[in-house]
């Protein structure tokens, strides 16, 4: 049987009741300027979403240069007047 402190219940997850208390405080603060937070906030999220996209692509053509490259390199070696 475990027991718990004061302490540790008291530092717990807050319930339906606190987190209403939460929101109302955060409405009260934010009441007027939420839709333009909320508007920022999807404008952030759509350009870190854009520039992933962005960064995966310049990854695959980085990969795709270098596969060329290396094509390259072993056509010159096999035809290399050395070999």
């Known amino acids: 049987m ?3 402190s004061p302490l540790q219940l008291a530092f717990g997850m807050p319930g339906p009741f606190e987190w209403t208390i939460i929101l109302g405080i955060g409405l009260l603060i934010f009441g007027r300027r939420l839709p333009e937070v909320g508007k920022s906030l999807g404008k952030s999220i759509f350009e870190f979403k854009k520039g992933l996209s962005e960064g995966k692509r310049e990854y695959e053509d980085a990969k795709e240069e270098l596969r060329q490259v290396e094509e390259d390199l072993q056509d ?8």
């Open 76 to 83: 010159n070696d096999r035809n290399s007047p050395l070999n």
């Open 2 to 4: 475990s027991t718990f």
